[in-house]
């Protein structure tokens, strides 16, 4: 049993509750020293009837997890990383493009140099280094007759640089030099930055819902393409070899397009089929 310390942060639980509740009336915002998963906290919730909207925050995740069931570092007692699941109902038209929409919503708060590496994460690239600053794990659930569903957006945001064992933990396929915000603002903490996130990544769901993956978020996507321009390979679970080419931005849908270099038109790829990592 992890003994945990009482938490330096003073997390702003009541003035994101008046300003989250106003886009969301009765929307919670709850924080826990410690839970498995905030993620798999919310939907137990959905599927027990309570539909609430609610920002939860775990200050450690035991078995936090990312993108095909990759372990996410998550660190108690000095808060080097922020955690938390919002969990609400939509309805959008159109659901591709949402975790890309999220991706912005973050990287748009946070810092002017952060980019987003398709389709869910957050890189700081610098002096040619590319490294991993956090990720998001959406996932949804049906609420019955209708379009509507429950959906979870799991956020992990490094405050601090994790240690190279937390690194080497997420397997082989997913090894990326993590990285700390305080590489880029060693003021922020993790009270701070949720206070920076939390209501422009609501206010990212709220318009997705009526607007979708639209014109002017591709535009803001287009700007922070991590991959953009790059020579890209794509990987099997397993880790073979898929595809190689050059990253030729994203469709109106979402997909990555990833140019062969053949006549044929680019590569269509969907966030659930392959992992895509730049070529050294």
């Not at 969301?24 to 909207?53: F, I, K, Y």
């Not at 930055?193 to 990212?204: C, F």
């Not at 997909?255 to 038109?265: E, K, V, Y």
Request: net charge neutral; proline share 6%; hydrophobic share 45%.
């Amino acid at each position: 049993m992890v003994e945990l310390q009482p938490s330096p942060l003073s997390w702003p639980v009541e003035s994101l509750r008046g300003r989250l509740a106003a886009l969301r009336p009765g929307l919670r915002v709850e924080v826990v020293a410690e839970c498995d998963s905030s993620n798999t906290r919310l939907l137990e919730r959905a599927r027990a009837g309570d539909l609430a909207p609610c920002l939860l925050v775990a200050e450690r995740q035991t078995a936090g997890r990312g993108r095909l069931g990759r372990r996410w570092w998550s660190d108690g007692g000095s808060v080097g990383s922020l955690c938390f699941s919002l969990g609400l109902t939509l309805e959008p038209r159109r659901w591709e493009g949402l975790s890309l929409a999220v991706g912005v919503a973050l990287a748009e708060a946070l810092h002017p140099s952060l980019r987003l590496k398709w389709p869910n994460d957050l890189w700081l690239c610098a002096d040619g280094v590319d490294r991993k600053l956090g990720g998001v794990l959406i996932e949804t659930q049906s609420l019955g007759a209708g379009a509507a569903r429950q959906v979870v957006v799991g956020v992990g945001i490094n405050i601090r640089t994790p240690p190279a064992e937390a690194a080497a933990a997420r397997g082989p396929i997913a090894a990326i030099e993590p990285v700390g915000l305080e590489q880029v603002d060693p003021a922020l903490d993790a009270a701070a930055v949720l206070e920076l996130v939390a209501l422009p990544l609501l206010q990212a769901l709220d318009r997705f819902e009526r607007e979708g993956f639209d014109a002017g978020l591709q535009r803001r996507y287009a700007a922070r393409d991590a991959l953009l321009g790059r020579e890209l390979q794509t990987l099997a679970a397993d880790g073979s070899l898929l595809h190689r080419g050059r990253g030729a931005g994203i469709d109106d849908s979402g997909a990555l397009l990833l140019d062969a270099g053949t006549s044929a038109p680019p590569l269509r790829l969907l966030s659930a089929e392959v992992t895509v990592r730049p070529l050294a």
